[in-house]
């Protein structure tokens, strides 16, 4: 009896293992293929930056307290622009450049109180790759972040911002007005081979911060530091200060970017002034 017992569950267990195989294969098969879904979804393509930052369609949505990272295998890649965005909202963010292990020869902290009508965009310098770029949202979790990392299309100084350079020795600042025709200014920041420790500053206004980057570079001559500034109104200043020490001077170029020549204030200048009256009167 008992014999007939061990065999009957024998065969019933070997009967039922063919309806575990399938079953694990089945979720394998599932589980591969939500893999492959993710992995398409995150998947990152090299697209122009021109038209003006309004590429949201391939940027990267960066939830608040998460990390992006966009890696570069290739050492034909010199250049990479960051471009960040928010819909509206502030933006508040930690850039750094990844060479290998444990080294970070780029970082910058990133504010803008409105990503939407001033968004964020810098070109870092990634020689001998391979390189990684890492964008973490250090905001809350209700101010997401779109970025876009590209390497094919990037911005370039033009021939006036490499021209005129103006040398800002450590602890010192310089300031820099602009017009209201102008819509965006160029910031170009290097030094001779010395560490790179700045602040750059958008002012619109008596210590009404718009936008404000701190940034280090460990070497100003092989990585400067190039972006392109929002200046959108009237009374925007740009100050650049040197938070390195006296030993550690740089040099800044902040030109104009692109003016508006259509910008009419409606003001004319030494005209007649009437108030509550009649012309000619």
């Not at 063919?18 to 995150?42: E, L």
């Not at 949505?61 to 295998?73: E, K």
């Not at 450590?170 to 420790?197: C, E, H, I, W």
């Not at 692109?258 to 002034?273: F, H, P, R, T, Y």
Request: charged share 15%.
């Amino acid at each position: 009896m008992a014999l007939s017992l061990i065999s009957s569950s024998l065969s019933f267990q070997a009967a039922a293992a063919p309806k575990s195989v399938v079953s694990r294969s089945a979720v394998s098969m599932q589980i591969g293929a939500v893999q492959g879904v993710g992995t398409a979804n995150m998947a990152g393509g090299v697209v122009p930056t021109r038209g003006r930052y309004e590429g949201v369609d391939s940027a990267i949505l960066v939830q608040g307290g998460s990390l992006r990272t966009w890696s570069y295998r290739s050492p034909a890649i010199e250049q990479v622009q960051v471009v960040l965005s928010t819909e509206g909202r502030p933006l508040d963010a930690d850039i750094e450049l990844w060479h290998g292990p444990d080294n970070t020869p780029c970082k910058m902290r990133v504010y803008v109180e409105n990503g939407q009508l001033r968004p964020f965009s810098a070109v870092v310098e990634t020689p001998r790759g391979p390189n990684t770029v890492a964008i973490r949202n250090i905001g809350q979790i209700e101010f997401p972040i779109a970025a876009n990392v590209v390497a094919d299309v990037v911005d370039m100084p033009s021939a006036d911002c490499v021209q005129s350079s103006t040398t800002i020795q450590g602890g010192a600042l310089r300031t820099y007005p602009f017009d209201p025709s102008v819509d965006s200014v160029q910031v170009l920041l290097k030094t001779d081979g010395r560490p790179l420790n700045a602040r750059i500053e958008l002012l619109q206004g008596p210590n009404n911060n718009k936008q404000v980057i701190e940034l280090y570079t460990e070497d100003g001559c092989d990585r400067p530091f190039f972006c392109v500034l929002e200046t959108p109104g009237s009374g925007n200043v740009v100050r650049v200060v040197n938070t390195a020490p006296v030993e550690f001077p740089m040099t800044a170029s902040v030109v104009p970017g692109s003016i508006n020549n259509d910008m009419n204030s409606g003001a004319v200048l030494g005209g007649d002034v009437v108030i509550g009256g009649d012309v000619g009167w």
